[in-house]
């Protein structure tokens, strides 16, 4: 397959990965659907209003056409062959004496001198989120022109990656040196720039601070400042700033759940693939521009399904949302010195203004959109791609 020749130099042993679930395991599936409940009718789901974080949540009519579509009509082979049409690998990372088994899907360069990047996934996210982005860049470059070395894993605890330990507690700086090990590991410990949004943002922030070999940083949520100055912003910013206000006031409930009670709502969402579906899919509607597709959201729903991802992943909000809140943006000793960029979508969960930004880091690239989202690979990959061109591009040869 092309693009699945790693750099020579690294040290990791890959393994093929293929993704699989039995026929067994999938008619299993379809009958839990099938069986699977959905909740009378009420007034709150009757007027709920998704894209309205005071308005009460998942409507009731598309969780039931959903379903439906899920029964009937969706096919989850379609998704599997979709994962597989790109090189996938595994590799087992030593963290601290616990052996991680790390999946990615990679495009390898053959271009000398390609830049290594390393795209983060968030919650409820996964390394579906970019396989649009990927796309256009294998349809765009050949391998020996593509720009990039482009490495996109599953976060620990996310999809086909294996879980935090069961003895000891893990957090966001965990994530990131499993990653940066993972990085070194491919031969890219001479420099590499990470990329991420949600999850992935607070992962990339570590990293830019804590790991020599990461050279630049890329962001698109940077969520946790507040009182900042107002003057001078546009009209959009300000508008954006209201979504973060419903946010921080009415749009969490589901991240405080996470936070202080994540062995709970692990459990409750274990035992149905269509309450899954009301708890995830309300976030890929809130949070994007535009709705996305529902086989979209149902493959992502699915994946989490199969590789129990929900309880497994939360972890990581009793970090951001437990007794001691810890958001890496708004941390002084978190500043990111070293070139960073940033784009603004007005539809993110909340959208904060580049000066703001701009207080948490050397800022020297910065892209405002007229659209977009939360998912910013899976809702815009054009413009995902040519922001990841674009500032690779600026800052690369003065990191280098």
């Not at 700033?241 to 969402?269: C, E, K, M, W």
């Not at 309880?311 to 001691?324: E, H, L, M, N, T």
């Not at 922001?387 to 600026?394: K, L, Q, R, T």
């Amino acid at each position: 397959m092309a693009y699945d020749q790693a750099p020579i130099e690294g040290s990791l042993k890959l393994q093929p990965f293929k993704a699989h679930v039995s026929d067994e395991d999938l008619n299993d599936f379809k009958q839990l659907v099938k069986l699977s409940k959905i909740g009378p009718k009420t007034y709150e789901n009757q007027t709920a209003n998704v894209k309205d974080y005071t308005h009460f949540g998942i409507d009731r009519q598309w969780l039931s056409d959903a379903k439906q579509h899920w029964e009937t009509a969706y096919d989850w082979r379609k998704c599997e062959d979709r994962i597989n049409s790109f090189p996938n690998f595994t590799a087992e990372i030593d963290e601290e004496g616990y052996k991680f088994n790390i999946h990615f899907i990679a495009l390898f360069s053959q271009k000398a001198g390609a830049v290594p990047l390393l795209l983060l996934h968030g919650w409820p996210g996964s390394v579906l989120e970019f396989l649009d982005s990927l796309d256009i860049l294998r349809k765009k470059y050949k391998p020996e022109e593509l720009p990039f070395h482009v490495i996109v894993p599953s976060l620990p605890g996310y999809g086909y990656s294996s879980g935090p330990p069961l003895d000891r507690n893990f957090n966001t700086e965990g994530i990131a040196s499993v990653m940066d090990k993972l990085m070194v590991g491919l031969g890219f410990g001479d420099g590499y720039i990470p990329q991420g949004g949600d999850v992935g943002s607070f992962v990339t922030r570590v990293l830019a601070v804590t790991s020599p070999s990461v050279k630049a940083a890329h962001i698109h949520l940077c969520i946790g400042q507040q009182g900042l100055p107002t003057e001078g912003l546009t009209e959009a910013e300000l508008k954006g700033l209201q979504r973060v206000q419903d946010f921080s006031t009415v749009g969490n409930a589901y991240a405080r759940h996470h936070g202080t009670r994540p062995s709970t709502i692990g459990l409750v969402l274990s035992a149905s693939p269509v309450s899954l579906l009301a708890w995830i899919g309300e976030k890929f509607l809130q949070w994007s521009d535009k709705n996305p597709s529902v086989d979209a959201v149902l493959d992502s729903v699915t994946l989490y399904w199969f590789t129990q991802s929900f309880p497994r992943a939360i972890y990581v909000y009793r970090q951001f949302f437990g007794d001691k809140p810890q958001f890496f943006h708004n941390d002084p000793e978190f500043y990111i010195k070293k070139p960073m960029g940033y784009s603004w979508h007005p539809e993110e969960l909340a959208p904060v203004p580049k000066a703001w930004v701009k207080e948490t880091g050397n800022l020297v690239w910065y892209r405002g959109h007229e659209e977009g989202g939360h998912f910013a690979a899976m809702e815009k990959p054009e413009l995902f791609v040519k922001d990841m061109e674009d500032f690779v591009g600026e800052v690369w040869p003065t990191v280098k």
